[in-house]
């Protein structure tokens, strides 16, 4: 049996609609360890503001190269077969945080199983740009959850996926 862990990244943990919540869920129907990947400098409100063209997170994916740094560097991985990943979706991709994380950490031979939050964008290129960050590891595109995000929904939808 596969060694799971559910990772994820949610900026703003007090939303209803986060990857926090989903997470939880996650955790709680694959009996997986948890690990949340967190910036070394949080995310304010101010930050969040996509709408404002200066604010830190508009202006970190304006640049493909922008890797905010983590605040933990020491994890590891290696006991883990699968990997349930997730994010919010900026900008139709994943914040470049996950990037690094990918990028930080070896994940070769292991399955990476993304999900994410949003009110509205798709996925658009994000398993594009989130590949080179571990070009040896097994992407699984997984599910953009919206709106009311309940167990009953994730449930069904960890039944359809094939390792």
């Known amino acids: 049996m596969s060694k799971i862990l559910v990772a994820f990244f949610s900026p ?12 939880e869920f996650i955790t709680e129907i694959t009996g997986a360890d948890t690990y949340e990947i967190k910036p070394a400098t949080p995310y304010t409100e101010e930050d969040l503001d996509w709408e404002n063209k200066e604010s830190r997170t ?3 994916m304006a640049d493909t190269k922008s890797r905010p740094e983590l605040a933990d560097k020491n994890s590891t991985f290696d006991d ?5 990943l997730g994010f919010p979706i900026w900008w139709y991709v994943a914040p470049h945080i996950i990037n690094n994380f990918l990028e930080s950490y070896d994940f070769s031979g292991k399955t990476i199983v993304t999900f994410a939050t949003s009110d ?3 996925w658009g290129d994000t398993l594009k740009h989130l590949k080179p960050s571990s070009p040896k590891a097994k992407f699984i595109e997984g ?4 709106g009311k995000i309940n167990k009953e929904n994730i449930t069904d939808w960890i039944k359809t996926i094939n390792f």
């Open 120 to 122: 509205g964008s798709s």
């Open 58 to 60: 508009t202006v970190e």
């Open 143 to 146: 599910k953009v959850f919206r």
């Open 12 to 23: 703003n943990p007090d939303s209803h609609h986060t990857t926090r919540k989903v997470a």
């Open 80 to 84: 883990y077969d699968v990997i349930y």
